[in-house]
């Protein structure tokens, strides 16, 4: 827990937002958000998950520092999803955008080839 300072800071960085701007953005204090980037205090619960809900992350990561990885079946998937995960925003949009309509696509055309097959 004594990195949670440390991943604060680059998370916030990697936004490309000063302290006052994200301190600002989640509504607390810059000087309370320069504590908790000094490790001087530890956010609380209901902070840390403001936190993370802007960023973004899991609340572990802002806790260890690395990713929590979700259990995929399909080892593939998961290096694909990582790797969009590095993606800047606008790409990950597209990404979310882009998958969003497969499954649509898929369910509509599961369900048309359902009725195909009741109607024979």
Partial sequence: MNDIGKNLRELRKSKGLSIRGLSEKIGISHNTLATYERNEVIPTINYAIKICEFLQVPIEYLVYGKKVTSNFNDNELLQLFNEIDNF??????????????LIKNTIERKELEKEGEQKE
């Fill in 88 to 101: 800047n925003e606008k790409e990950k949009e597209i990404a979310k955008n882009f998958l969003k309509k």
